[in-house]
Structures are given as structure tokens and as C-alpha cells.
């Protein structure tokens, strides 16, 4: 089994955190998206949409996508949960998780590829990207922060939708986005996650 993996992107990170939490250790296999081994035949024949992350099993079965590679060791080793311990709890993550991956970490990523200078050949830059990214990653950080007033956890006790909110926050970071001082509550739960073993993942 071994994960392919490349440190700068969000998505692995992600899956990263994950298996940090859990105490799981999975060999990685680096690809370097800057030179295009993600194009490469042999990386293709394992993924033809060409992206990172993905877990290649020791049968040779492939897992693409970082939530389905996390939903795989989830079913794996359930201890401790990340995803919640019963239904209504399972619904909530899945629900947080959702909300920080469209609202911010998605957001994260929008702004970094229409504002980094790597990907001004790649992509039609548009700065109005850029701004609309901001102004949704700062209307969804204000609700975020209102939960946090009460909860110590995004969706009440720790799971895989702070994982996202911290991986999409720190991703936001790489296009100069910092967090509103405003956000007490969000600025608590931030500190609380940089201190957890896992955030050096």
C-alpha cells in the first residue's frame, strides 16, 4: 500500500492530518505536479484524471479522491471516530465537513490559482475570481465562527471537518488571505488545532 502524495497540495493534506490523528502510517510516494508526473503514462494508467492524492493497494486496486481514501481508513480503523459514533452525529460531520470544503476550502483554492504567478500560464487569471473567493471565504469563516461560540469543535466533538477547515484555512494563507481578529472563536479553535501533533502532518 502507498500513498501518492505531494506536500503543497490541499488535498493531501488533508489525508495527511487524517492518518496523523489516526496514528497510521502509510508509505508515501511523492509526485512532483510541477514537473507533470501527474501526466505521466504511468501515473495515468492508476488515475487518468491526472490528480493527487490516491492510495494504490497492495493488489493493485487504486483509491482516488481524498475523502474516499479517508472514508477507506475510516471503515478500517473506526478508532478513534472521525465521522461521528451514531446517526445524528455522522450527519452533522458530513455536514460540517461539506460546508468547509465548498466555503473555504474550495474558496482557498479558487483564489490561489487566479492569484499565483505558477499558474498565470495555466489558467485565465480573473482577478473578480479572487474577490468573489474572498467574499464567500469570509461570509462562511463569520458562520463558522458563530458555531465555535458554543462548540469547542466544528460539528461538536473533534472529526474530519476541522481536518478541512484547518487544511483549507492554511491553504487560503498561500494567497495572502488572513483570519478577521474579529473571529474570537474561530481564532481560539485555530491555535487549539496548530498545537495538535497532527498539524505538523
Known sequence: MKLYDYPQSPNCRKVRLYLAEKGLRVPLQPVNLLTGEQRA???????PFGAVPILELDDGAVIPESLAIIEYFEELHPE???FGTDPLTRALVRAWERRCELGVFLQATRRFFHSSPFFAARVEQNPKVVEEA???LRARLTLINE???DHQWVA???SLADLTLLAGIDFAAASQFTLDPAWTHLGRWYETMKRRPSAAA
Open 41 to 47: 503514462s504511468d501515473f495515468l494508467r492508476r488515475n
Open 80 to 82: 478513534p471516530p472521525l
Open 134 to 136: 474572498e467574499q464567500v
Open 147 to 149: 458555531q465555535l461560540k
Open 156 to 158: 461538536g466533538t473533534f
